[in-house]
């Protein structure tokens, strides 16, 4: 079978053609999880629900790579979709929710803790004091 380039361009979904930048669902799964889907490297972009409807179950935090753009997702919510932030931040062991709250607790107390430093230098807000 020939694999099809997405004419759509890179941040389309591959199956249902939506804007994924546009509807706020940009954002990086594990390799394995990617390769289930039975989807190559720079294939091109799937919204969460076609992504999920090709592994046929729900994404989990487990399933998210720990890189600046789930970070934003995470630290600037207006970045992502209900429907990305609840795979995000799903579950009380989720790393995304822990680091979400430590960073609202440092923010709250004017602190700058390792977690807190990394983020705000990855999404490109280095040097502020709060999100």
Not at 11 to 20: L, M, P, Q, S, W
Not at 88 to 111: Q, Y
């Amino acid at each position: 079978m020939t694999r099809r380039k997405n004419a759509r361009g890179g941040e389309h979904c591959f199956d249902c053609g939506v804007n994924t930048l546009e509807t706020n669902e940009y954002y990086m799964v594990t390799d394995s999880c990617w390769a289930r889907a039975k989807m190559k490297a720079r294939d091109g972009m799937l919204c969460v629900g076609c992504l999920e409807r090709r592994l046929g179950r729900k994404l989990t935090p487990r399933n998210f790579i720990d890189c600046p753009l789930n970070w934003r997702n995470v630290c600037l919510p207006d970045y992502a979709s209900p429907r990305l932030l609840s795979r995000l931040l799903g579950g009380r062991n989720s790393k995304w929710r822990k680091g979400a709250l430590e960073l609202i607790d440092a923010a709250l107390h004017g602190e700058t803790g390792p977690l807190q430093s990394k983020v705000l230098v990855n999404v490109g807000v280095a040097g502020s004091s709060s999100l």
